[in-house]
């Protein structure tokens, strides 16, 4: 018989019983010949002998079961699972309430074992002590340099992809265009001869020294696009995106000082940024649980089941306010009804267009900015043009962006290139370029 342990200490965590359907306590019996799936059966089912489907009396079984000793005697893999479970939904130090939760240990017993096995033993310090890593690794130790090993895009000449790669030839590690690129026009005519003066000599030789700075400034440069992984620059971009918007923000403004240091230390100059937007948004989400009395993550949970609950309904009260103004049109109000009731049944309601029959067609009224995310990053021309254009504050941001980054790579911005970069109703995208170039975020090719 083996005694494992596969499921937390709820049974509503564990899978029913296959023969009576209730839900299983331990001990119970798990068939070690059906699957994949498991084949599990209470004591009560197992002791009639009950058969199902390809299931039979006589398969051999496993008695699944926690109770046996894991880290030290005395204490069984039941009650470690239940003390993890008291220091997540009562907190780290909080032992009278740990203990009064387990109900099997004291206050002393608790804190001693946790300390012991959890803290102080190295093959579990890290695991508690250390933050959630993302997918992408971000305290590696390695930069994301350009590795010769890598087969960088190969763009046709003069298109998007090649300007956007600086001239970059794959095939020769080697740019179209070099840094400085008539250097040597300064030595084509320099001789050196036997009968030169001191002084021409030596004004020949500083000719050729400064041409030699040159040199270095233009190996400088590629190493520093190389190192950085500048070539490749929308696998570059990519890599940016994973970051929040505020972290974004900072990644292109330290851009310009990545040269002074190398690549290692400015990913983690970044990523330490990144750390701390996290902890900071971390440590908010906390203070607004103390401040409305939550001192538990079982009781956050519902905080923020409730929280949503009522953000769903202020957007069904804005949606109101939002057709009020047209209540003696009868076609306008029976499509903020059919609205509502997309959102009641938890259907994304489709974006409609009110008019007015008296008045003939008009353009929706504009967006309310009440509570959408982003809204607070704008100034008040910015907030108007959302709210006459109809778009949401982020979706404007990421345009914004977008486009000022095109505009400082091209030195300017066609209408064109605008519409090429976004892809949005041409009419929209005309209204936030004029804004732009009268607001004097960018300029005009």
């Known amino acids: 018989m083996d005694r494992l342990a596969s499921f937390g200490n709820d049974p509503f965590d564990k899978p029913p019983c296959r023969g009576c359907s209730s839900y299983l306590t331990e001990p119970y019996i798990k068939c070690a010949e059906c699957g994949p799936s498991p084949f599990l059966l209470c004591l009560q089912c197992f002791t009639r002998g009950f058969e199902y489907k390809k299931h039979e009396s006589d398969h051999k079984y496993e008695i699944m079961t926690s109770d046996f000793p894991v880290l030290e005697p005395g204490w069984t893999a039941q009650e470690e699972m239940s003390l993890l479970e008291a220091v997540m939904d009562c907190g780290f130090g909080n032992w009278q309430d740990v203990a009064y939760q387990m109900r099997t240990k004291t206050k002393e017993e608790c804190e001693s074992h946790y300390m012991k096995n959890f803290i102080n033993n190295p093959l579990f310090s890290s695991t508690l002590l250390s933050l959630r890593k993302t997918k992408d690794s971000r305290f590696a130790e390695g930069a994301i340099p350009f590795k010769p090993t890598d087969d960088p895009p190969r763009p046709t000449f003069d298109s998007v992809l090649s300007r956007d790669m600086a001239g970059y030839m794959p095939a020769r590690a080697d740019f179209m265009e070099e840094f400085d690129n008539y250097a040597e026009w300064d030595l084509k005519d320099i001789d050196f001869v036997d009968d030169d003066s001191d002084i021409l000599r030596a004004l020949k030789l500083s000719v050729v020294d400064i041409y030699h700075s040159r040199l270095k400034e233009r190996q400088r440069r590629k190493k520093v696009i190389r190192d950085h992984g500048l070539i490749n620059l929308r696998k570059f971009q990519m890599l940016e995106r994973c970051y929040p918007k505020e972290v974004q923000e900072l990644y292109d403004v330290m851009r310009r000082f990545a040269r002074l240091v190398g690549p290692i230390e400015h990913d983690k100059f970044i990523e330490s940024h990144a750390l701390e937007f996290e902890l900071r948004r971390e440590i908010r989400r906390l203070q607004e649980y103390r401040k409305a009395g939550i001192k538990s993550f079982c009781s956050a949970k519902v905080y923020e089941r409730v929280k949503r ?137």
Do not use: H
Request: hydrophobic share 35%; with cysteine.
């Open 309 to 445: 609950m009522r953000e769903d309904e202020r957007r069904k009260r804005t949606m109101l306010c939002d057709v009020l103004q047209y209540i003696q049109d009868g076609r306008a109000c029976q499509q903020w009804l059919s609205k509502q009731a997309a959102i009641d049944a938890g259907i994304t309601p489709a974006v409609t267009t009110i008019t007015v029959s008296a008045t003939g067609r008009r353009s929706a009224p504009p967006l309310n900015l009440t509570g959408l995310p982003g809204t607070e990053k704008l100034n008040e021309r910015e907030k108007e043009l959302c709210q006459v254009v109809r778009l949401v504050p982020g979706a404007y941001l990421e345009y914004k962006q977008a486009l000022l980054n095109e505009c400082r790579r091209q030195g300017g911005l066609r209408l064109a290139q605008a519409r090429a970069l976004i892809k949005i109703d041409v009419n929209k995208t005309r209204k936030i370029y004029d804004f732009l170039i009268k607001e004097g975020y960018i300029t005009k090719a």
